[in-house]
């Protein structure tokens, strides 16, 4: 190693020593050349960080898109907890919950009133006593105008509220879907079939002499608990899988 003078005759630079190789403070690879601190490379051989190299504010990942474990962002994550996601509108935990809980309760209603009607119907059809027929059916007329429709209502209301608010959606499973047009029939047929037939057995159990009413006011309890049982077992076992225009969407 050699030490160039300094020709003002000031002290020499600390950094002025040159390379046996010849390579200069400034010439070619210099210290503003862009690589190496005092020419060609720097003390660990590496290549030394200029001003112009720097990131910029626009490539430096922000608090709130930075990468977590298992993919996603912060970003993602806090929008997730806020309730939304990239796929629609979610429900929070808390309020899933709360409709979940709520929807059973529904359910269950439901389908204790079609046990309810299908035994005071058979009470109805097979006792000789004229005032317990007549109780039975004024019972079953009441389950009908005061209890069914709203249950049904609240039962489907809450079933697409949650299928929505949640990854299942309302159409991407077939058991979803399924479910729903059961729901629906049921609702309709206790509207427009179970209810006018409940009132006319009720009217006929009033009237002089007592009449029992024939065998098919079996039909509506026995077909909507059918149903109800059906949706039941579609809930807990969730077979079949993905419908075919959400499988396509994927």
């Known amino acids: ?27 070619g690879e210099g210290f503003t050349g862009g690589e190496g601190f005092t020419g060609g490379e720097g003390s660990t051989g590496g290549k030394a960080t200029t001003s112009a190299e720097a990131p910029t504010s626009a490539e430096v990942p922000t608090s709130a898109e930075v990468p977590v474990r298992g993919g996603g962002s912060v970003k993602g994550e806090a929008r997730a907890r806020r309730g939304t996601t990239g796929r629609g509108w979610r429900m929070s935990p808390r309020a899933r919950k709360a ?58 209301t809450t079933g697409v509220v949650l299928s929505l608010g949640t990854h299942w959606g309302l159409t991407r499973h077939l058991w979803v879907l399924v479910k729903l047009v059961l729901t629906l029939v049921a609702g309709t ?62």
């Open 1 to 27: 190693m050699t030490t160039t003078e300094n020709r003002t005759g000031a002290e020499p630079h600390a950094h002025t020593e040159l390379h046996a190789s010849g390579e200069g403070f400034t010439g």
């Open 99 to 156: 409709n979940l809980v709520l929807h059973v309760i529904c359910s269950v209603t439901w389908l204790g009133l079609d046990v309810g009607l299908l035994t005071l119907t058979l009470t109805g059809l097979t006792t000789d006593d004229t005032t317990t027929l007549r109780a039975a059916y004024v019972a079953m007329r009441l389950f009908g105008d005061v209890l069914l429709v709203p249950v049904a209502l609240l039962a489907l």
């Open 189 to 250: 047929l206790t509207v427009l079939s179970l209810r006018p037939g409940l009132h006319e057995a009720a009217r006929a159990a009033l009237g002089t002499p007592a009449d029992h009413g024939s065998w098919d006011l079996l039909a509506p309890p026995v077909v909507s608990m059918t149903m109800y049982v059906t949706m039941t077992v579609l809930s807990y076992y969730k077979p079949w899988g993905r419908t075919p225009w959400a499988r396509r969407a994927r």
